[in-house]
């Protein structure tokens, strides 16, 4: 983000675990907003996706794929609230207001939880594999997302745990 004065409000909802780099981001933000301008971010935060998380790495370890992703790097910064507070402290914004929100999720069943681990939760994964295996691997990890949050009633839990920031400039 290359701006300077330009904006009144920056929002994000449920997406800036995706950009890593929350230093520059937040910088870059500021300069972007005009006098008493504000970010209004809501993003995932540590503990967010838990059962996905733990899934996914027990699957990424198995025999058959662990020397793809020797070299891979986490898709997401997930911080935790005392971790994004101290980045937000050195961020240069006057007011701050940041919570951790617990968003917790129901699928309501497996055919939903599958629809949302496929897109866009497991699409990083799939992409370090070579196309012969990533079948295989997308069925480990919903063959144990499901035994991980499938509940007696048939829905599927999972935890979201979000940061939710606010920023006067």
Known sequence: MDFTG???VIFSNAALHWVKDHESLLRNSLAALKKNG???WNFGGDGNCANFINTVR?????DDYQGYFVDFDW???MPTQDEYATILANAGFSKVRLELENADRY???RDEMI????QPSLVPFMEHLPPQLRA???TAVIELMVQAAEQPDGRCFE????IDVKGCK
Do not use: C, Q, S
């Open 6 to 8: 330009e904006f009144d």
């Open 115 to 118: 629809k949302w681990i496929d």
């Open 159 to 162: 935890t979201f745990r979000r």
């Open 58 to 62: 027990t699957v990424m370890h198995e």
């Open 38 to 40: 504000l970010i209004r």
């Open 136 to 138: 295989g691997f997308r």
């Open 75 to 77: 898709p997401w910064f």
């Open 107 to 109: 699928f309501a069943d």
